[in-house]
């Protein structure tokens, strides 16, 4: 067996698993680094910690999670000081996410010299989707100087959950069409056709898209002109503002979809109002890449809520009988892997996500190693 360190380096936490083929080992989570309360001032600290506390003997590869990768990486890439480099000259394009990801590449390339180290990168999966799908209607010139496309986020899941749909289909992953809704506390939905994403709902940051727990998801950018302009907000409040208060957060003030469905239940307006948004932008999404498929042989679910709403799985797909899908109340409730009545023309699948496992076996293709 082979022993994979999967590393996900965050601003302020750093969360690892450590895998022996497809086992994992061990795994845990080093929270509030750098930050008052935290017993952890950065992530070297974080790291040496997480490599004291865990059995490394035997470690074949270190897999480090990466959020973007531009244009450049459009695969698992075994990590040198260029790779470094490349992932640092990224950060104008991902202040939010990729500072740490170089960070954690960094520490760990000191700590574990002698260990490869594979970048996996969100934005990856999505490199297959056509240049229509990725292009916004703004002047070419400022789009190709500055890098603005769409780029797409959450790849390693939706990429796992299709093939992990077509495998509880039975169906050659190449001949299988798949809507994957990766429900989390960030939300993306992609469109897969063949195993290839045709079509995602993120965007140039995991900003764009669905509402989330505490994104606004797509908003006109009138908004942000507007905002800036006529409330005076600077624009990093405005920022921050729709990334971390905004989502289900700024709509009612609770981000835990659980918290949400209850205050729903109990009729709370606010609550009701947010899962009406939060499930009225899911369906256009769905809408849309029903479109953009033709053809739809599974809609999967996945993540947090995903994975264990079967209010929010139900609420998605309501009315659409007339389009061959439905959803078996019974088989909802379990969160069976298919919860969709016998015969169906579009499956309705429940798949758990497994970013870290995917991570892990990437790295291990990527180098060549054997399970
Ligand atoms: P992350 O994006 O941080 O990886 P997860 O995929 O773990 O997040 O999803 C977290 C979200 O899942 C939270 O909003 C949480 O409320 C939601 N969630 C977890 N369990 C349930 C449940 N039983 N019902 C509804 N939502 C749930």
């Not at 989330?212 to 998801?217: A, D, E, K």
């Not at 109002?273 to 479109?291: H, K, P, Q, T, W």
């Not at 409730?333 to 996500?353: F, K, M, Y």
Request: proline share 5%; glycine share 10%; aromatic share 4%.
């Amino acid at each position: 067996m082979t022993r994979v360190l999967v590393l996900n380096s965050g601003s302020s936490s750093v969360k690892y698993r450590l895998f022996d083929g497809t086992e994992t080992v061990s795994k845990g989570l080093v929270e509030k680094i750098g930050e008052p309360g935290g017993n952890t001032a950065d992530h070297r600290e974080a790291l040496q910690r997480i490599m004291s506390e865990t059995d490394l003997e035997g470690l074949a590869a270190v897999g480090h999670r990466v959020v973007h990768g531009g244009s450049d990486f459009t695969e698992p890439t075994v990590v040198d000081d260029d790779v470094v480099a490349r992932i640092e000259s990224l950060i104008p394009l991902a202040p939010l996410h990729n500072p740490a990801a170089v960070t954690g590449l960094e520490v760990a390339r000191k700590l574990l010299p002698d260990v490869p180290q594979v970048a996996i990168f969100d934005t990856a999966f999505h490199a297959t989707i056509p240049p229509e799908g990725v292009t916004w209607a703004i002047d070419a010139e400022l789009a190709a100087k500055w890098q603005i496309r769409r780029y797409g986020f959450h790849g390693t899941s939706h990429g796992y959950v299709a093939r992990r749909t077509a495998a509880i289909l039975g169906r050659p992953v190449e001949d299988t069409n798949v809507i994957t809704l990766h429900l989390g506390n960030g939300a993306s939905a992609t469109a897969v056709r063949g195993g290839r994403s045709v079509a995602t709902s993120m965007g140039l940051s995991p900003l764009d898209g669905l509402v989330m727990g505490t994104r606004s998801g797509s908003i006109d950018p009138t908004v942000i002109f507007h905002l800036h302009r006529v409330a005076g907000l600077p624009i990093d409040e405005i920022e921050s503002s729709l990334t971390r208060h905004g989502g289900m957060l700024g709509l009612c003030g609770d981000n835990d979809m659980r918290t949400v469905e209850q205050r729903r239940e109990a009729g709370d307006p606010a609550a009701v109002l947010a899962f009406d948004v939060y499930i009225r932008r899911l369906r256009e999404f769905i809408g849309s890449y029903l479109v953009v498929l033709g053809r739809v042989d599974a809609i999967t679910f996945t993540a947090g809520v995903g994975e264990h709403s079967p209010e929010v799985r139900a609420a998605a797909l309501a009315g659409l009988e007339p389009l061959g899908i439905a959803v078996d109340p019974t088989r909802n409730e379990a969160a069976e892997e298919i919860i969709s009545p016998d015969g169906s023309r579009t499956a309705v699948c429940v798949v758990p996500t497994d970013e870290e496992l995917e991570i892990a076996n990437q790295s291990r293709a990527a180098l060549g190693l054997a399970d």
